[in-house]
């Protein structure tokens, strides 16, 4: 029983990382970063570069709506990184890789990847945060098909990106 505060303490010195593509942020990511800053000294978001995969926003628009949303919370940091985040981790001497979970399809992709940064970076783990019931059917490639039909997406992203999504909508 003498353990819980100790494990408090410890967490409180411990850096976490928050990667992801983040096209564009929803609700769901910020909930997440909400409630991890309260438990992690602090969280670097990590806006992925990345090659293989397109996105419809460029690495600086998101970077600029995670920086504006963020905003608010001054133990919250917004980075951009186009290699292994374990090696940005490590740079940065975070402990933690930090990960959403919406469903079982989450958790099973997020293990694998979970194993994978686990042989590359043996000293980080990776933590594993499900999503507040209210967030979980939240996903960023639903949401731009939403926008794309004129769906309203005020409940699921913050005002400045439901803005910028109007670019999807049909003319
Ligand atoms: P990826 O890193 O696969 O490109 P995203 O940028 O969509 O994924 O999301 C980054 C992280 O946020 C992932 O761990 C993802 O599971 C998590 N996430 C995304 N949407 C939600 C949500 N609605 N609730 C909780 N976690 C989420």
Not at 45 to 71: I, P
Not at 84 to 95: G, P
Request: hydrophobic content about 45%.
């Amino acid at each position: 029983m003498t353990i819980a505060p100790y494990r408090i303490i410890v967490c409180f010195m411990v850096k976490a990382v928050f990667p992801g593509s983040f096209d564009p942020p929803t609700y769901g990511h910020l909930n997440i970063i909400e409630r991890a800053r309260t438990v992690f000294e602090e969280i670097l978001v990590v806006v992925a570069v990345n090659r293989t995969k397109s996105s419809n926003f460029t690495a600086e628009e998101r970077m600029a709506f995670m920086t504006e949303l963020v905003s608010p919370w001054p133990n919250v940091s917004v980075h951009t990184y186009d290699a292994l985040v374990v090696n940005f981790a490590r740079a940065h001497h975070c402990s933690v890789l930090l990960r959403g979970v919406r469903s079982v399809q989450d958790f099973s992709y997020e293990f694998e990847l979970s194993i994978m940064n686990k042989g590359l970076g043996p000293e980080i783990e990776t933590f594993f945060m499900p999503t507040d019931p209210k967030y979980f059917v939240l996903r960023s490639s639903a949401i731009k098909e939403l926008a794309t039909f004129g769906g309203d997406v005020s409940s699921m992203v913050p005002p400045v990106v439901a803005k910028a999504l109007e670019r999807f909508f049909p003319i």
